[in-house]
């Protein structure tokens, strides 16, 4: 029986509370937890956790089918910022481990693949203020063409072996369970542990940058709703611009300040502004909203009460 449902990343920052959340819905003994690294979380210890590399194809292969893998969300990735300081290893991750898991899925007849895009498919070319699924795609970073071409692969299996392969173009995602790494919107979430912990937080990008942004209980959530919305409701075979929040660095320190009123922090750009300069500032989702009624739950006010709160209680 081809009941279980393997995640590739699992250890990273969607990974980890995708895990946990598909844990809870479908039961512990049906959620398998991969990534290349020891489990690094006393929760992924708990369940099924295995040691899986995306560019070992052949033993992707062995273990689609040895554990009956009906299902797959494919996370292992580097991200934008990483992948401009090592594009050969980016590439090789993103692309061939892409290409991997969807050849050894269509070998093993897995049903339903997950993967995530991401904003970084969008670039100068593309709409600024309010950047509609259909625009034009131009990415600028090693990731987001990764991550561009990633979706015509996907739209490709879809079309020509009836893989069933759903898509979000993620924003940046703000969790308090795991940091980022690696990412230019970071900052959105290390300015909170700065705050809590120094006061003080040094940040990468200019004040004003505004970029798209989703709180991970709503990416979590929102994923979930698409992977089980019927398959004849969805009309994207690439991926779904998916919207939350959308701010600058000023605008969420101001938030912020509002719990920590001695907050302060000072701004030196480096090389991530470029990158965040070429994206869009405000995404629309008209379609996931037609197609799978996604709709997000938390504003900038409410994301920040609750990040600072569980923050607080858990870690410091
Ligand atoms: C990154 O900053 O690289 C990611 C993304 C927007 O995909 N968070």
Same mark, same amino acid.
């Given at each position: 029986?081809?009941?279980?449902?393997?995640?590739?990343?699992?250890?990273?920052?969607?990974?980890?509370?995708?895990?946990?959340?598909?844990?809870?819905?479908?039961?512990?003994?049906?959620?398998?937890?991969?990534?290349?690294?020891?489990?690094?979380?006393?929760?992924?210890?708990?369940?099924?956790?295995?040691?899986?590399?995306?560019?070992?194809?052949?033993?992707?292969?062995?273990?689609?089918?040895?554990?009956?893998?009906?299902?797959?969300?494919?996370?292992?990735?580097?991200?934008?910022?990483?992948?401009?300081?090592? /594009?050969?290893?980016?590439?090789?991750?993103?692309?061939? %481990?892409?290409?991997?898991?969807? =050849? #050894?899925? @269509?070998? *093993?007849?897995?049903?339903?693949?997950?993967?995530?895009?991401?904003?970084?498919?969008?670039?100068?070319?593309?709409?600024?203020?309010?950047?509609?699924?259909?625009?034009?795609?131009?990415?600028?970073?090693?990731?987001?063409?990764?991550?561009?071409?990633?979706?015509?692969?996907?739209?490709?299996?879809?079309?020509?072996?009836?893989?069933?392969?759903?898509?979000?173009?993620?924003?940046?995602?703000?969790?308090?369970?795991?940091?980022?790494?690696?990412?230019?919107?970071?900052?959105?979430?290390?300015?909170?542990?700065?705050?809590?912990?120094?006061?003080?937080?040094?940040?990468?990008?200019?004040?004003?940058?505004?970029? /798209?942004?989703?709180?991970?209980?709503?990416?979590?959530? %929102?994923?979930?709703?698409?992977? =089980? #919305?019927? @398959?004849? *409701?969805?009309?994207?075979?690439?991926?779904?611009?998916?919207?939350?929040?959308?701010?600058?660095?000023?605008?969420?320190?101001?938030?912020?300040?509002?719990?920590?009123?001695?907050?302060?922090?000072?701004?030196?750009?480096?090389?991530?502004?470029?990158?965040?300069?070429?994206?869009?500032?405000?995404?629309?989702?008209?379609?996931?909203?037609?197609?799978?009624?996604?709709?997000?739950?938390?504003?900038?006010?409410?994301?920040?009460?609750?990040?600072?709160?569980?923050?607080?209680?858990?870690?410091?």
């Amino acid at each position: 029986m081809r009941d279980k449902i393997l995640v590739t990343g699992a250890c990273g920052q969607l990974g980890t509370e995708l895990v946990m959340a598909l844990r809870e819905r479908y039961g512990w003994e049906r959620v398998i937890a991969t990534d290349v690294y020891d489990a690094n979380d006393k929760l992924m210890q708990k369940g099924a956790y295995m040691k899986l590399d995306v560019l070992n194809v052949r033993r992707l292969s062995y273990v689609f089918e040895r554990m009956g893998v009906g299902q797959i969300y494919h996370l292992a990735a580097v991200l934008s910022a990483s992948g401009e300081q090592n /594009p050969e290893a980016a590439w090789q991750i993103n692309m061939q %481990g892409l290409l991997n898991v969807l =050849e #050894a899925a @269509r070998a *093993q007849r897995v049903e339903k693949i997950f993967w995530p895009s991401s904003i970084a498919v969008f670039g100068p070319e593309s709409m600024r203020a309010a950047c509609v699924q259909q625009s034009a795609l131009d990415p600028t970073t090693i990731y987001g063409i990764s991550k561009m071409a990633g979706e015509y692969w996907c739209r490709w299996y879809y079309n020509t072996y009836g893989i069933d392969i759903r898509s979000i173009r993620y924003p940046g995602l703000i969790s308090y369970s795991a940091k980022p790494g690696g990412g230019t919107t970071d900052y959105a979430v290390d300015i909170f542990h700065k705050a809590l912990e120094e006061g003080h937080y040094g940040c990468f990008l200019r004040d004003t940058t505004t970029l /798209p942004m989703l709180y991970m209980p709503d990416a979590v959530r %929102g994923t979930i709703e698409l992977m =089980e #919305a019927p @398959r004849g *409701q969805l009309s994207v075979h690439t991926s779904y611009n998916l919207a939350g929040l959308h701010f600058s660095p000023r605008e969420l320190a101001t938030e912020i300040r509002k719990h920590i009123p001695g907050l302060t922090v000072s701004y030196h750009p480096d090389f991530r502004q470029a990158i965040a300069d070429s994206w869009p500032t405000g995404i629309l989702d008209l379609e996931a909203r037609r197609d799978w009624g996604w709709e997000p739950q938390f504003d900038l006010e409410t994301m920040v009460t609750d990040m600072l709160a569980h923050l607080k209680n858990d870690v410091h």
